[in-house]
């Protein structure tokens, strides 16, 4: 790892784990009888998403679907591609993207672009992390875990590099 970065807690795991308890209900109150499609966006959501599902009480569906934005390490490039599409029927589903933080919601408005067109009975979002000072498009976070700085953020899935996913917390990357 370099050592000019250094890492500032932001949120601890205790935290991210009382915050999804809360999503849970929301989300519980909302779909407990329509068996939701929860559509985790790979790969950062990978943590979230299984903590979240862990935490609903009722019958879903799980899928991913893996897009890929191009640009330096820090920054999105505008530029969203398909790498993976879910096996899942979204044609008619009640249809739930989890995502880890939507920032500029170049991602988030391309995947649901591409879900609209498939005929889903309904699309909702809910992501952890809102990061609304860098939006280019407008985006419905309809679950949101918390709102944050314009900072870049690793762990709890993601990542700067491919490193950091796999911390249980949320930290500030300094030193960039
Ligand atoms: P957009 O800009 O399309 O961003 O809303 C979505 C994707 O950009 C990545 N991203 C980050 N990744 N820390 C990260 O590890 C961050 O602070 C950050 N901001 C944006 C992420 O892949 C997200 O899905
Ligand atoms: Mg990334």
Redesign the pocket.
């Given at each position: 790892m370099d050592s000019k970065i250094r890492l500032v807690p932001l949120f601890t795991s205790q935290q991210i784990s009382a915050r999804i308890d809360e999503l849970a209900s929301e989300i519980g109150r909302d779909y407990r009888d329509s068996c939701p499609l929860l559509l985790g966006v790979l790969?950062?959501s990978f943590v979230f998403l299984a903590d979240l599902a862990r935490r609903l009480d009722f019958p879903v569906e799980l899928d991913f679907i893996r897009v890929a934005s191009y640009g330096s390490k820090l920054e999105s490039s505008g530029r969203v591609k398909l790498l993976s599409e879910p096996v899942a029927r979204v044609k008619d589903r009640h249809v739930l993207m989890v995502e880890d933080i939507v920032d500029t919601g170049l991602t988030t408005d391309f995947i649901g672009g591409w879900l609209k067109s498939k005929g889903p009975a309904s699309v909702k979002l809910c992501a952890l992390l809102d990061k609304p000072d860098r939006r280019l498009r407008p985006v419905e976070v309809d679950y949101r875990g918390f709102v944050i700085p314009d900072r870049f953020v690793v762990g709890y899935g993601?990542?700067?590099d491919?490193k950091y996913r796999n911390l249980p917390g949320i930290s500030v990357i300094n030193g960039e």
């Amino acid at each position: 790892m370099d050592s000019k970065i250094r890492l500032v807690p932001l949120f601890t795991s205790q935290q991210i784990s009382a915050r999804i308890d809360e999503l849970a209900s929301e989300i519980g109150r909302d779909y407990r009888d329509s068996c939701p499609l929860l559509l985790g966006v790979l790969k950062g959501s990978f943590v979230f998403l299984a903590d979240l599902a862990r935490r609903l009480d009722f019958p879903v569906e799980l899928d991913f679907i893996r897009v890929a934005s191009y640009g330096s390490k820090l920054e999105s490039s505008g530029r969203v591609k398909l790498l993976s599409e879910p096996v899942a029927r979204v044609k008619d589903r009640h249809v739930l993207m989890v995502e880890d933080i939507v920032d500029t919601g170049l991602t988030t408005d391309f995947i649901g672009g591409w879900l609209k067109s498939k005929g889903p009975a309904s699309v909702k979002l809910c992501a952890l992390l809102d990061k609304p000072d860098r939006r280019l498009r407008p985006v419905e976070v309809d679950y949101r875990g918390f709102v944050i700085p314009d900072r870049f953020v690793v762990g709890y899935g993601l990542d700067m590099d491919e490193k950091y996913r796999n911390l249980p917390g949320i930290s500030v990357i300094n030193g960039e």
